[in-house]
């Protein structure tokens, strides 16, 4: 299934977009010079691929939903890549809890993700998580 959401994305997204399995069934989707605005039509485009298509696994077909995060910089103030991540994941987190299936753009007045150190990113980047 995780090949077939692979091949889907790999469709969906430009050749400078970047598609990585970030663990589990979790897969975070960078795409450089894209704002938060663009980056969540974006998001909205692969959930309604995802939800409308179809997977195949053992013989058998399923169809699946997701929920997607999204983080901007620098809209969001943030000023490290961990604190990117974690704005993505308290996004992701956020679609969950409205009963999945559901893109969720990061929103600073929400709760500020806690920096760790690293480097601030220099390019627009998208985390969808």
């Known amino acids: 299934m995780l090949k077939g959401v692979a091949a889907l994305l790999k469709g969906c997204l430009r050749s400078a977009d970047v598609a ?13 010079e894209t704002n938060k605005s663009k980056a969540s039509e974006v998001a909205e485009k692969l959930r309604r691929q995802v939800e409308k298509s179809s997977f195949e696994w053992e013989g058998n077909s399923f169809s699946l939903t997701c ?48 920096s760790r150190g690293a480097q601030p990113p220099r390019r627009r980047v998208l985390a969808v998580h």
Do not use: C, M
């Open 20 to 32: 990585a399995r970030y663990g589990g069934d979790e897969i975070a989707v960078i795409l450089p």
């Open 67 to 114: 929920s997607i995060g999204v983080a901007a910089v620098p809209e969001t103030n943030i000023d490290h890549w961990n604190e990117l991540l974690d704005s993505a994941d308290k996004s992701l987190y956020r679609a969950k809890g409205k009963g999945r299936n559901h893109v969720i753009a990061f929103n600073p007045g929400q709760g500020r993700a806690v």
